[in-house]
């Protein structure tokens, strides 16, 4: 107890003792609705940041306040979609019949409005989710370099589908069309850059959409309604949020919801996906769970490895889908690997996000430390070692010291369950048969990262992996961008495909105008594009 009450002292700072810097930001959560921004009729939810911070009277442990995130019941969430569908207006709405020159310049304006907003957008990032104040910063710039170079790959998507193309007797033009309404859930660990990654390309093709907010990384979203309601059409974008169980099933069952952008879980994915009327025509694009593992050979760097493991299982508490979840280390190099492996961790700074070099922050979920204490228990049960005793698996508040597990079996949930916190469970193997029986019976199946320096290992290691996980990263950690690379994944850890233009395409379908090569169908196609009297059938580009 006294090692713990010492631990408090060392991380969480007396609240006299705050820089004036990061004072608590306070927001009151409203919503958006076909063009309006609404601040009551619904009930709220305080937020309490998970950065906390020692009473100067009793030295106890104070959540802060936040402020209020709006909580809406099922009635209002449907106001949401119905808007969104009045919009839609089953496809001959403005924004979906727009030029694409249009939508592009609604979105460009929408980018430029957001910019302002980087400081306070950041804060409530660093406070609410406990990002660290340099992630929090990347994760906006990211996501306006996204808005960007998704701009710029609709307008050579467009220049791309301008010409007319010749097959046998026929003429087309061949362009893209929006899909419909389109419901968006971000996930909490990502909750602005994630989102818009689904978000921004769903609308510059033309659909509507309904946002979700996630359950972490709410208040953020008060700052965007503005931007919002300012640069779109009333009722093609609306941002609302309340408890997931209630509010989605009933719009999703109304059939009015055509398109789920979610990343989360496969349950979830599930239980929504059943819930539609009409499932055949329920587009997804999904981004769910993953069991992303390391795999180190036996002529492997060994600090290059623990290096990029350690990064990769435990950047930002190892909660995000890409991050390293389990690591297989040949027998012959495991004690060397976990040796520099704890020299590693126990190197970590453990803090609140906005101190230096910080590493190891606060959950945004204060009580996942009971799940992640669960993990190391059960491991241990089945044979496993903590491999930190000193501080590994330790709670302060809602920050849980990284644990490291040695021998874990693969009869332990934390060898097949995704823990998505900070605990690196390490596997001990001696054939590469072993490996490969657990990527083949594995559920998921988004990456893998493989550590070695023999060609002739690492490219039959690769073939066996090719068709088990969607990316293979050679001697470097699992990971996501840059934006303009595919990102999927097989089995239940993925449905479509999001980079920069593979998202274009997924919120899109082909469409395309058809005539015959004799003289009537060149006269009217060359009579449409020459009088410009069709929006859809054009030979205007975006420039």
Not at 169 to 191: E, H, K
Not at 217 to 222: I, V
Not at 306 to 326: D, P, W, Y
Not at 449 to 475: H, M, W, Y
Request: charged share 20%; hydrophobic share 40%; glycine share 6%.
């Amino acid at each position: 107890m006294r090692s713990l009450m010492t631990l408090i002292s060392k991380i969480f700072p007396k609240q006299s003792e705050l820089p004036q810097s990061v004072e608590v930001p306070k927001i009151k959560g409203r919503i958006l609705i076909d063009g309006k921004i609404i601040d009551s009729g619904f009930k709220t939810k305080t937020i309490f940041s998970p950065c906390s911070f020692r009473n100067d009277s009793d030295d106890q442990l104070v959540f802060p306040e936040m402020g209020t995130t709006p909580q809406v019941d099922a009635s209002v969430f449907r106001q949401a979609v119905d808007a969104a569908a009045r919009a839609w207006q089953k496809g001959r709405g403005e924004w979906p019949c727009a030029r694409m020159e249009d939508r592009v310049t609604s979105i460009i304006h929408l980018r430029d409005r957001l910019i302002p907003h980087r400081d306070l957008i950041c804060r409530l990032l660093m406070w609410e989710i406990a990002k660290t104040w340099p992630d929090a910063q990347s994760e906006f710039d990211r996501t306006i370099q996204y808005m960007t170079d998704t701009i710029e790959a609709t307008k050579q998507l467009d220049r791309d589908c301008s010409r007319i193309q010749f097959a046998g007797d026929i003429m087309s033009q061949i362009r893209r069309a929006p899909l419909g309404v389109t419901l968006c859930m971000g996930p909490f660990n990502y909750p602005l850059n994630e989102t818009f990654t689904t978000l921004i390309p769903a609308l510059i093709v033309g659909n509507v959409v309904v946002v979700k907010l996630p359950r972490f990384g709410q208040l953020l979203w008060d700052v965007l309604l503005e931007p919002f309601r300012d640069c779109l059409p009333p009722g093609v974008i609306n941002i609302v949020n309340g408890a997931g169980r209630e509010v989605i099933a009933p719009v999703v069952q109304s059939g009015k919801v055509d398109v789920l952008a979610f990343i989360g879980s496969s349950q979830v994915a599930n239980q929504i996906k059943q819930a539609h009327p009409h499932p055949h025509r329920f587009r997804s694009i999904l981004g769910l769970d993953a069991k992303n593992p390391a795999l180190v050979l036996p002529d492997a760097d060994l600090g290059l490895a623990v290096s990029e493991c350690m990064k990769g299982s435990l950047s930002f508490n190892g909660q995000r889908c890409t991050a390293i979840k389990i690591v297989f280390v040949h027998r012959s190099v495991v004690k060397d690997f976990i040796d520099l492996f704890i020299q590693k961790v126990d190197s970590l700074i453990s803090g609140l996000p906005w101190e230096k070099n910080v590493m190891i922050t606060p959950l945004p979920d204060r009580t996942k430390h009971e799940q992640l204490s669960a993990y190391v228990k059960d491991a241990l049960e089945h044979g496993a070692y903590l491999c930190n005793p000193k501080k590994g698996g330790q709670v302060a508040g809602s920050l849980f010291f990284p644990a490291v597990l040695g021998r874990v079996s693969f009869s332990s949930r934390i060898s097949k369950e995704e823990q998505f916190g900070p605990i690196v469970p390490i596997v001990e193997y001696e054939s590469f048969n072993e490996f490969e029986e657990y990527m083949v019976n594995s559920p998921y199946g988004m990456q893998a990262s493989i550590f070695g320096k023999d060609p002739t290992v690492i490219g039959e290691a690769i073939d066996s992996l090719s068709n088990q996980v969607c990316r293979i990263n050679l001697n470097t950690q699992c990971q996501r961008g840059p934006d303009v690379f595919p990102f999927t994944g097989r089995k239940s850890s993925a449905e479509g495909t999001l980079s920069v233009t593979d998202a274009l395409r997924s919120f899109s379908i082909r469409s395309m105008v058809a005539a015959k090569q004799d003289q009537m169908g060149k006269q009217v196609i060359r009579g449409i594009l020459d009088g410009d009297h069709s929006r859809f059938l054009t030979s205007n580009i975006v420039l």
